[in-house]
């Protein structure tokens, strides 16, 4: 069954994680830029659609699905040969996957905030939640680095929705002015990714978005 699909999104926002899940789909999807500089995500209208007043959103056949992890696994659910994740061999496999994508959700994500957006994290000083946030992130990244040396992607030798997820967290910790410099694997897993023809769509898809509202205005 085609299903009716609208993406409710922003800009460098962590929704580049479902644009990228629908552009490997390949289904047509309409798309909305939510737009975070004038505060439209907590305005009436948006969260009339989305209460928590948050990206991504997902409306399928008019119904909002919210979190990352929802939308992600919904969409594999609903498209199982879209490539969104390796095959799950066992309800073993199946929830490894789940725990990647609730790891970087709930886990890796506040991080990233306490880099990239410290003020959301403090009503006081910003430097010591920034500085916190840092302290978190390197030994993640040590970690994630080794691992890296191991395989090409999360899971191995194959590309998983997963990868886009955790580009998005690291990539976004740098224009909180994090440097990346010293990971050579996290280094090549970026460069790999951004050559991934779903990410390079959703890119695309997100810059002429950005690009539509300016002309708008
Ligand atoms: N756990 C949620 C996190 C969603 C989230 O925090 N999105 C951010 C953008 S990366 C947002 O909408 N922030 C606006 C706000 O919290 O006011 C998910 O994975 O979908």
Do not use: C, I, T
């Given at each position: 069954m085609a299903h009716d699909l609208k993406l409710y999104h922003a800009y460098t926002a962590c929704s580049r994680v479902t644009l990228t899940a629908l552009e490997q789909v390949g289904v047509p999807y309409a798309d909305h830029l939510v737009d975070f500089r004038v505060g439209e995500h907590k305005q009436p209208a948006y969260l009339a659609i989305n209460?928590?007043?948050?990206?991504p959103c997902l409306l399928v056949d008019g119904a909002a699905m919210t979190e990352n992890v929802a939308i992600l696994r919904w969409l594999h659910a609903t498209?199982?040969?879209?490539?969104?994740?390796?095959?799950?061999?066992s309800a073993w496999d199946d929830a490894r996957q789940l725990a990647a994508l609730v790891w970087i959700s709930a886990s890796w994500h506040p991080t990233v905030r306490a880099v990239k957006a410290p003020f959301m994290w403090t009503t006081g000083d910003v430097a010591p939640v920034k500085e916190k946030g840092e302290q978190l992130f390197r030994p993640l990244l040590d970690q994630l680095d080794a691992e890296l040396a191991q395989r090409r992607w999360w899971f191995g030798e194959q590309w998983s929705i997963v990868d886009a997820y955790f580009w998005w967290a690291y990539v976004n910790s740098e224009f909180g002015?994090?440097?990346?410099?010293?990971?050579s694997n996290i280094a090549r897993h970026r460069a790999d990714n951004e050559a991934h023809p779903a990410l390079q769509r959703a890119l695309a898809r997100e810059a002429a978005a950005v690009a539509a509202l300016k002309e708008a205005k």
């Open positions: 209460r928590q007043g948050k990206v498209y199982p040969d879209a490539g969104l994740f390796p095959p799950a061999a002015g994090f440097d990346l410099g010293g990971w």
